[in-house]
C-alpha cells in the first residue's frame, strides 16, 4: 500500500506507466492507471533519482480525491531552473495514500503530502450520527420522568414539613421531642426531605431502558442479517446492519430517496443498438429468445471472417449483446456508409480510458477490459466484437488491431470527462501523419458543436436518440474532426500553460478545451440498456401500496428517467406528468406556480404532515376466506411472491410497454383529477432548491405520488432530501450504490446502500447493505415493521412499569405521614428492575410478532400505521403513564388496608400489620400485575 500521496517519476514500465487499486479510498475495484511524466519516466535506477534535481509547485491539501493541480520544474544541467522544463501535474500523476499498486514492479516519486495532509486522512471526518426517532422522543419522555421526579420530591417535602412538628403528629413524638440539636425547623426538615426523596423515587426515571434497547436492537440487527429472503447467492452478501439503532426507523419510513443505475437497474450494461449516418442498427432479441440469438452470433462471425484479410482472434461472439448482420454487410460494401461505419468504431476503440488485460498469458486473443465507468467497457467491447479491437497502449502509442490490420496511434492528448463537460476527447496523429480529434459525450452537448450543413444528418440521429430513450437506453453521441499541424501546434501551447496553472486550472483547461472541440463531424450514436433488477417493479408498487413515496433521482437525461419510470411501476398511464424544465430561476418558478393553478385545487398533501391518505386506505373489505386465500398463495412463492428468480423482462417486453410514451407537450389534455408525477431536470432544480423557490417545490412535490429528478448531482441529491427531511419533518431514507451517492445516504434518516457494480463507497458509508433493491420490501415491511412495534411495546411498558413501582413508594406515604419510610425492602428495590421485571419487556422488544412475515407482504397497508405514528406518541404514552398511576394507588391501597381491616396477630400478640409484611406483599403485588400487563400487552 503507498504510504503516502506521492508524485509518480518512475515505475518499471518503460512508458512510466502503473495500476492502482483503490478501493480503501472510493471502494471502486477496477485498476487505475497513472503515469510518471515523460520528462522523469527514464530516471530508473538510484543514480539517476539521486542526481535529479526538481522543483515541485503544488496545491495546498484538500479533500478531493479525483483532483490535483501542481507543477513540476526540472533543473537545466542540475543547476538552474527554466521555465520552458514547467510541466503540468494532475491527478494521473499522483499515487494516494491508501492505494495498492498492482501489476507493477516498483515506483519511484517524491512524497508531497504526509499523515494528517494526505487526502485520505482529509476525508476521514467522523460519521454523522444518526438516532432513531423513538429514542429522539424518549428524551422528552425521559424529561418528563425527571419533571413527574422533581413533582413527587417536591411534595414529599412540603407534605413533610407540614407534618413536622404537629403535635398530633409521630414527628413530635419521636423527632421533635428526642432531637439531639435544637433549631432544627419545618423548612430544613422539608429541605432534607426532598433530597431523601430524591433517592427513593429516582427509580421512576428508567435509566437501564437505554441498555435494555440496545440490547434488544442487537438482536434484531442479528435477525435482520439471518433472513435468508434477503440473502443473494450470486455476490454471497447478506443484509447487514451497520448502525444497529436505527432498526425501528425502518417501519416508520415515509419517503424513500433512490438512485436509478445500479440501484433500480443491474448496471451491467449492454451495447444494443447505434444510430451510424442516420441508419440504426441492432436488432432487439428477447432473453427468451436465444436461438434467434444465437443463429445472429454465429452468422455474424461467418461475415467477420469473409471482410478481414488477415486472421482476427479477438471477437468473443458467445458474449456480444450487439447482433446485427447487416453491420458487416455495409462494412463489406465500398460505400460512404461503409467509410461512415469504420469511422464510428474507430472513435469508440480509441477515445476512452479502458485498460485492457489479457487473463490468459496462453491466450493472447482473449482481451478483457476494465474501466471506471461499465458503459465505457460496453463501447470498447462491442467495437472489439464488431472488429475494431483495442489491444493495449505502449507509452503514448494506442495499438489496435481493425479487421485484421494491426494499426498504431499516437496518442497526443487526451481531454478527460467531467459531470460539468459530459464529454471526452483524444487526440491521436495516425501512421500517415494526419492528427484527428475523436469526441464522444452527451447529445445535447455535442450537437451543438457539430460543423455546419448537417442539418439533414444532426436532425436524423436526434431522432434515433429521441427513439433510444424512450426505450429507456442510454445514449451517446459521437463526433471527429481532422486537425492540421500548425492549428495542433498553437492548441497544444495554449493547452500546455493551461494545465501548469495553478490557479483556477480547470476553467482554464476547459476553455482552452472547449476551444478545439468545434466544428465536428456528426458521425452517430450508442444506446446501451441498463436491465432493471429482478423484482423492482413489484416492490416498487407494494411500498406504494404502503404509503411509502418514492422519488428516484438520477444522473439520466429526461427522456430516459421517464421510461425507465414506466417499466419499473414508478409511473403509469394514468398518471398526468408535471415536467419542469427551465434555464433560470424566473421560468422555474413561472412553472411550479402554474402546475400549482392548474392542479393544486384537485390534489392534496399526501405526505403525514398533510393528513393525506389513512392508516388503512386502500384496503379493500375481504372476507377472512379470502384473507387465508390470499395468504396462501403467498406462501408458494419466495420473497412472497414479490419477484420470480425464473422470470426475466426481455427487452422486447420492456419496449412494448414504453413505445408509444413521451413527455407530454403543451396540446397534450391536461388529466387535472389524475395522480400526479413531477419531473424536474438538474438546472432547474438548482434554482427551485433556492430559499425563495423551494416552499414551492415542496408544496408542489408533496402532491405528487411519484417524483423524478434528472440530471442531478450528487449534492443536489442531498439537499432534496434535506429539503423534505426538515420541510416535513418527516422520516426519510436513501438507497443508492454509488460514490455519487454517500451525500444522500449520510444525510436521510436511513441510508442503506446497494453492493453492486460501482464499488463499496455507498455501503461504506450506509446504515444498512443490502445487494438488490427488491430486498428493501421485506427490510421494511416485516423487518422495519415488527422492529417499531417491538421497540415500541418494550419502551412504553418499561414507562409504565416503572412508575408502577415508584409511585407505590409515594402512596404509601400517606400512611407514614411524609416521612418518606421505604414501602419495600431495599434488596427488593435493587433488583426489581434488574431481576423481577427484566424479562417480558425484552421478550416484547425481541419476538413480539402481531402477524407473519407473509401476511405483511400481503397486506402492505399495516406499515401506514408506522408512517402515521399509530403506535408511539405522546398521547400513548401519557395513557401508559397514567396507567401506571392508576394501578399503583390500587395496589397500595389495597394492600395496606387488607392489612388495616384484619384482625390477625403474630404469636407474640402484636399485630402482624407491619411495615416489612406490608411492603413484602405489596411488592409481590407490584411484580404480579406488571408481568402480567405487558405478557397481556403481547401482540403474538
Not at 413533582?151 to 421531642?177: E, H, N, T
Not at 442503506?752 to 428493501?776: N, P
Amino acid at each position: 500500500a503507498v504510504p503516502a500521496d506521492i508524485l509518480l517519476l518512475s515505475t518499471s514500465e518503460d512508458d512510466g506507466s502503473c495500476f492502482v487499486e483503490t478501493k480503501n479510498l472510493d471502494g471502486e475495484t477496477n485498476l487505475k492507471a497513472k503515469a510518471a511524466l515523460p520528462t522523469t519516466a527514464h530516471l530508473t535506477t538510484p543514480q539517476q533519482l539521486a542526481q535529479f534535481m526538481c522543483t515541485v509547485d503544488a496545491e495546498p491539501p484538500t479533500t478531493q480525491l479525483y483532483s490535483f493541480k501542481g507543477s513540476l520544474q526540472v533543473a537545466n544541467g542540475g543547476v538552474a531552473f527554466s521555465s520552458k522544463t514547467r510541466e503540468p501535474l494532475g491527478v494521473d500523476n499522483l499515487l494516494l495514500r491508501g492505494s495498492v499498486v498492482r501489476n507493477t514492479a516498483w515506483t519511484a516519486g517524491v512524497i508531497l503530502f504526509t499523515g494528517n495532509d494526505t487526502k485520505i486522512m482529509m476525508n476521514a471526518g467522523e460519521t454523522p450520527s444518526k438516532r432513531s426517532r423513538i429514542e429522539r422522543m424518549m428524551n422528552y419522555q425521559v424529561m418528563s420522568q425527571f419533571c413527574l421526579l422533581f413533582g413527587l420530591c417536591m411534595l414529599s417535602a412540603v407534605l413533610g414539613g407540614v407534618y413536622y412538628g404537629r403535635p398530633d403528629s409521630f414527628q413530635a413524638l419521636f423527632i421533635v421531642k428526642y432531637q439531639t440539636s435544637s433549631g432544627r425547623s419545618a423548612p430544613l426538615y422539608g429541605f432534607l426531605t426532598f433530597w431523601t426523596s430524591l433517592i427513593l423515587y429516582q427509580t421512576v426515571v428508567p435509566i437501564s431502558l437505554y441498555v435494555s434497547i440496545e440490547v434488544v436492537k442487537s438482536f434484531q440487527a442479528y435477525f435482520i442479517n439471518q433472513d435468508l429472503d434477503m440473502y443473494y447467492a450470486p455476490l454471497d452478501r447478506r443484509c447487514t446492519p451497520k448502525s444497529w439503532n436505527l432498526s425501528d426507523d425502518l417501519g416508520q419510513v415515509e419517503y424513500i430517496f433512490s438512485d436509478k443505475t445500479g440501484t433500480l437497474t443491474q448496471n451491467v450494461m449492454e451495447f444494443r443498438q447505434c444510430s451510424i449516418r442516420g441508419r440504426v442498427y441492432g436488432e432487439i432479441v428477447g432473453d427468451d429468445e436465444a436461438g434467434k440469438a444465437a443463429d445472429l452470433r454465429r452468422q455474424m462471425d461467418e461475415k467477420l471472417e469473409q471482410i478481414c484479410e488477415h486472421p482476427y482472434p479477438y471477437r468473443q461472439g458467445q458474449t456480444t449483446t450487439f447482433l446485427d448482420t447487416a453491420i458487416h454487410d455495409d462494412l463489406h460494401a465500398d460505400s460512404t456508409q461503409s467509410h461512415a461505419v469504420i469511422e464510428f468504431f474507430t472513435v469508440l476503440a480509441l477515445c476512452h480510458n479502458v485498460i485492457s488485460h489479457t487473463p490468459d498469458p496462453k491466450h493472447p486473443e482473449i482481451v478483457e477490459y476494465k474501466a471506471q465507468s461499465p458503459d465505457e467497457a460496453a463501447l470498447v467491447a462491442t467495437a472489439r466484437d464488431v472488429g475494431f479491437a483495442f489491444l493495449r497502449r505502449d507509452r503514448d502509442r494506442v495499438i489496435c488491431s481493425f479487421l485484421g490490420h494491426e494499426q498504431t496511434y499516437q496518442l497526443l492528448a487526451t481531454l478527460e470527462f467531467t459531470s460539468a463537460r459530459k464529454r471526452m476527447s483524444v487526440i491521436v496523429r495516425r501512421d500517415d501523419g494526419r492528427i484527428m480529434l475523436l469526441c464522444k459525450g452527451a447529445d445535447s452537448v455535442i450537437l451543438e458543436r457539430i460543423r455546419a450543413n448537417q442539418d439533414r444528418l444532426r436532425q436524423a440521429t436526434l431522432d434515433d436518440l429521441e427513439l433510444f430513450a424512450n426505450h429507456g437506453l442510454r445514449t451517446l453521441c459521437l463526433g471527429y474532426r481532422l486537425l492540421d499541424e500548425a492549428e495542433y501546434t498553437q492548441w497544444r501551447v495554449g493547452y500546455d500553460h493551461a494545465m501548469a496553472s495553478l490557479d483556477d486550472r480547470d476553467a482554464e483547461v476547459e476553455r482552452v478545451s472547449d476551444a478545439i472541440e468545434r466544428e465536428l463531424q456528426l458521425i452517430g450514436g450508442t444506446a446501451i440498456e441498463d436491465k432493471l433488477q429482478d423484482g423492482v417493479p413489484e416492490t416498487i408498487a407494494q411500498l406504494a401500496l404502503a404509503g411509502i413515496k418514492l422519488w428516484v433521482l438520477t444522473g439520466d437525461k429526461t427522456e430516459t428517467a421517464i421510461n425507465i419510470g414506466y417499466s419499473c411501476n414508478l409511473l403509469n398511464s394514468d398518471m398526468q406528468l408535471i415536467v419542469v424544465k427551465a434555464e433560470s430561476q424566473e421560468a422555474t418558478r413561472e412553472q411550479l406556480e402554474k402546475a400549482l393553478r392548474e392542479f393544486g385545487d384537485f390534489h392534496g398533501d399526501l405526505s403525514y404532515s398533510g393528513g393525506g391518505g389513512g392508516a388503512m386506505s386502500g384496503v379493500a373489505p375481504k372476507s377472512v376466506g379470502a384473507w387465508r386465500r390470499l395468504v396462501r398463495r403467498k406462501e408458494k412463492s419466495p420473497m412472497g411472491g414479490a419477484y420470480d428468480m425464473e422470470r426475466r423482462h426481455g427487452l422486447r417486453g420492456v419496449w412494448d410497454n414504453v413505445r408509444t410514451r413521451n413527455i407530454p407537450d403543451a396540446s397534450s389534455l391536461l388529466k387535472r383529477e389524475a395522480p400526479l408525477a413531477l419531473v424536474i431536470d438538474g438546472h432547474s432544480l438548482k434554482y427551485a432548491l433556492e430559499p425563495e423557490l423551494a416552499p414551492l417545490l415542496l408544496d408542489l412535490s408533496v402532491r405528487c405520488k411519484s417524483v423524478l429528478c434528472c440530471r442531478v448531482s450528487p449534492l443536489q441529491k442531498a439537499l432534496v432530501v434535506r429539503l423534505v427531511k426538515e420541510g416535513l419533518g418527516t422520516l426519510c431514507l436513501a438507497i443508492g450504490d454509488g460514490a455519487n451517492d454517500v451525500s444522500m445516504i449520510q444525510e436521510a434518516d436511513v441510508g442503506i446502500g446497494i453492493s453492486g457494480e460501482e464499488g463499496l463507497q455507498a455501503v461504506m458509508a450506509s446504515d444498512y447493505s443490502i445487494a438488490q433493491f427488491r430486498f428493501l420490501q421485506k427490510l421494511l415491511l416485516v423487518h422495519g415493521r415488527w422492529a417499531y412495534l417491538r421497540i415500541t411495546s418494550m419502551v412504553l411498558n418499561f414507562f409504565y412499569k416503572n412508575v408502577v413501582f415508584t409511585v407505590s413508594l409515594f402512596w404509601f406515604q400517606l400512611f407514614c405521614q411524609w416521612s418518606v419510610s421505604n414501602f419495600f425492602d431495599y434488596t427488593l428495590i435493587m433488583l426489581y428492575n434488574m431481576l423481577y421485571t427484566s424479562l417480558p419487556p425484552g421478550v416484547l422488544g425481541v419476538f413480539d410478532q402481531d402477524l407473519p412475515a407473509v401476511v405483511g407482504m400481503v397486506v402492505p397497508q399495516l406499515y401506514k400505521r408506522g408512517i402515521y405514528k399509530l403506535e408511539y406518541s405522546m398521547a400513548r404514552f401519557w395513557m401508559y403513564i397514567v396507567d401506571g398511576l392508576y394501578q399503583s394507588a390500587a395496589i397500595t391501597f389495597l394492600v395496606v388496608y387488607t392489612y388495616y381491616f384484619s384482625a390477625a396477630a403474630e404469636s407474640n400478640g402484636l399485630d402482624s400489620a407491619n411495615r416489612d409484611d406490608i411492603g413484602t406483599v405489596g411488592a409481590f403485588c407490584v411484580v404480579l400485575t406488571t408481568n402480567l400487563y405487558m405478557g397481556l400487552n403481547n401482540r403474538s
